[in-house]
């Protein structure tokens, strides 16, 4: 599905961090592992393990911390920075990204703890630390529930890999040290199988199916106005509400047709040669549809005031992007006007129009509709 | 930085030790392993060349359970 | 291991019976038979600083030392304690960990006025608010006829202190002042590590004295009879009397109380030799052995480390000569690592591995280099623990090679030694290992 936003370059960083995370965490959590495991080779003793496992963690937690950034500066979605510590409180795909939410919290408190070791008591560093064990699968499960690329071949590879990884540096884990602890380990080993089996029957259940934003809870004003979306019918607003602080930024897309909206404008007249003028009507919608409206016509005067039309542009779209949609007049009677619109992902947008003019002032309705001829207002009146 | 006039000694919690082996890898000099891979530490004073690298070694214990300990210049 | 009632040697009556002296002349442990031979407490009515310090003194000028098993000069410890701030706690250590030794038993059923006034005087003197008698979980006899004692005291007004009786778990290591300790405060019974040694004791801030109940008996008769009269017998570098645990092929063994300084085999005679000795056990399971050619040694502080011994738990464990110093040793040191509080890796593996090398010598199954390993091993594990555990062990079974150098020469050549009866003398409790510690 086309999502359009004016800030691409935010969105695909957080995309591209959030991937980065996903593998830098992944490989701190192996390497953890690794020293628990005292693990060590001819050439690289168990204290490189212990110094890499930390160099890579904070990488990791810069990555994350970009990410993070970028999502909230990104004013296409609705994440707010209370969202980043609190979970559950973002109407963006509330469940998927409280979970990330979770895991940057615990990230958050590990990290510290950390950092503070020598001034903490062992016993609490070491119960803390083992809360990170959560946040690497709450990680994973919010790729793949907040992002928009898990049906990219590529990224379920990587998923694929990581959790792999994972598993089997918990494997290893449960292993070394058998039979100590052996009721909580064997505890442990059947979570991890549970929790693989369920992740794998979600992803392909979920994620992976089409219209996932959707049942994620993509808030409707930021799903693309096509058809395709939601079959053609107004989105119901019980999945999210409206996005809240839509009065910081202008409204970057169109509610999904049918609507109607009355404008008023200008329009101007234009000499291009002694045979052709240019007429261009700006005008904006009011009411619960906000848009603009600029058409131009190019023709020739026919004497009584009127110009024979000879080329025509139109653009329409929402004030923050009010030339989402372009194309130009199919039908002209009178007042009336017929456009018809195309955006960049190629949905077609027809409109008719019905301009009143009064000296250099318009006023008028427009109202979508669905397919050229199929209303039968067309060559009658009313 | 150690000063001049004191010595210092490196000691083991052996209550907190899990034998993870750092200690002997950052600095064998003092720190040999048992057959079970506990420390045991040389007898005597930390040569000063040596002292950051023991300094090193105990905070690099994961268990937090090596320390210096400083002892009078003059024996006992 | 029997827990049936205490073996208090009362037929016989040593010259200076002191501490048991309520139960040898009146037969009773009760209150009345407590104050008929010893009197009234002398307790100040009012705090009083100056009689605190003047109890210190006396304890001081009579040369007390602890009864528990280190030997530290009393005095001292009790003048550590008061100078603090905060009101001290006085925890009672009448845990008996050790399996060969009877004594707690014998003063909590013979004689348990007389430790409850030593805790009371020694309480009122270091400023302490209560009282803590630990006696161990399986102990219940014990327990009962102290809570007897305390009650015949509350009858008779004589207790000033709140006094509980604690239960901490009968286990070897729980004796140990700071596993007893991190108890009260609410932990497990484990030994605590102290960088610096004899680091104070406490429980969030609140200083513990610990004293064995042996000793708070003798600070009884001492605050009563002074210095002076406490010196009166014994050697003058270790006066007065304490008591002894004496087992092993003898008529009457059990708890008698003896002067310092006599001699071991005197002690062995009073209790009625029914079997040629081959060795003596000297003070506890963590004691060394003593061949019997110098039982002749008095029984003080200095001569006994002249022979490599010391007091200890106050245990004197003989053997025939018909038995076998290598399999009892062998028991003795499988007994010990499984009591390993498991929280030191020198002293959980270091003992094991001992333990078993011990006994397949003992069974004659061992390889040609089990004496060499274990010789180095004892090296390995000495003095890596946090507490004196493992040191204990290695004292045994170093004495045990050199006192049963035969019969181990013998045992490694997988050929029968001159103990030829190997049914155990040694009391051994069941025991298991100790999970090893802590989560990995």
Redesign the interface.
Known sequence: MAVVTTSQWLWYTTRATGIVALVLLTTSVVLGVL?SV?FETTSW???TF??LHRRVSLLAVVFVALHVITTVSDAFAPIGWVSVVIPFTSPYRRLWLGLGTISVDILLAVTISSLL??RIK?RSWRALHWLAYASWPLAVVHGLGTGTDPHLGWVIVLVVVCVAAVLVAITWRLVAGWPAHAGARVTAASASVVAVVALAAWTALGPLRPGWAVRAGTPAALLAGSKKAAGAQPVSSSTTPAPSGSARSPATSLPAPPYSASFQGTVTQQSLSSTSVRLEIKAQTSGALVALVDIAIVGTPDGSGGVTMQESRASFGPTGAPTQYQGEIVGLEGSRMLLSLANQAGSLLHLRVDVTQSGSQVSGELRSISEIGAERGFGDDN | MPIASFSYRL?V??????????CA??IPEIVLR?????P?LREGPIPPRLFELAQRAV??C???AL?I?RIASTGP | MTTTEPQVAASLRPRASRVLAAWHETGRSDIDGHLATHGSMPLPRRRDGAWADRLVEDVGAAGLTGRGGAGFPTARKLQSVRSGHRHPLLAVNAMEGEPASHKDRALLSGVPHLVLDGAELVATAIGAREIAVCVADDRNDSAKCVRTALSERARAGLSRLPTRVMRPPGRYVTGEESALVAWLAGGAA?P??R?TKGTPLTIRRQPVLVQSAETLAHIALIARHGPEWFRSVGPPDAPGTCLVTVSGPVANPGVCEVELGTPMATILERAGITAPVSALLVGGYGGTWLRSGLLHTPYAPGPLKTVACAVGAGVLAAIPTSSCGVSETARVATYMANESAG?????V??LHAVAQDLVQLARGENDSQALNRLTLRLG?VEG???CGHPDGVVRLVRSALSVFAGDFADHARHRPCTGWNHRPILPVPPSAATAVG?W?
């Open positions: 020293t005292r003793p168990r204290f212990q110094d070791r020598q062992p | 000691r919690n052996p209550i907190a030790c899990d034998a993870f082996g750092y890898e950052l048992d057959e079970w891979g506990y045991i905070r690099e994961p268990r937090r320390f300990e | 484990h605590q590590f960088a929280q030191c890796g020198p002293c593996f270091g390995t890596r623990g946090a802590r990995r």
